[in-house]
């Protein structure tokens, strides 16, 4: 069965839960969405509220998944993580992760801890 676009997506996602649960993690949610924009994976590292952006890049003749992370999407990563803080846990430390996979077999993924400075 080949995957399309919204499929793969998914798949990476759901591959990132794994691999961030082996790593000691919890998932609280997937794919919130607020008005500011949408956070793939919002996770907890004992204390600390981790908000994961979760990127696949199979072709090579395009941006790599990290630079796919443009000073926008960062812009409305942090926004709708600053809603999410207001409304579910306010005076809670946070920070920004990354979790790259590099092909469609979602190995070995790249894992960046504090991508995203605010």
Known sequence: MKLNKN???LAAEAAAVV????????LLTQNYSCRFGEIDLIMRDKRTLVFVEVRLRSNPHFTSAAESIHHHKQQKLIRAAQHYL?????????????????????????????????
């Not at 691999?19 to 919890?26: A, D, S, T, V």
């Not at 846990?89 to 504090?114: E, G, K, S, Y």
């Open 86 to 118: 207001q409304t579910h846990a306010p005076d809670t430390a946070c920070r920004f992760d990354v979790v790259l996979f590099h092909d469609t077999q979602m190995r070995a993924p790249d894992w960046i801890r504090n991508a995203i400075d605010t």
């Open 7 to 9: 499929n793969k997506g």
């Open 19 to 26: 691999f961030l649960k082996q790593q000691g993690m919890e």
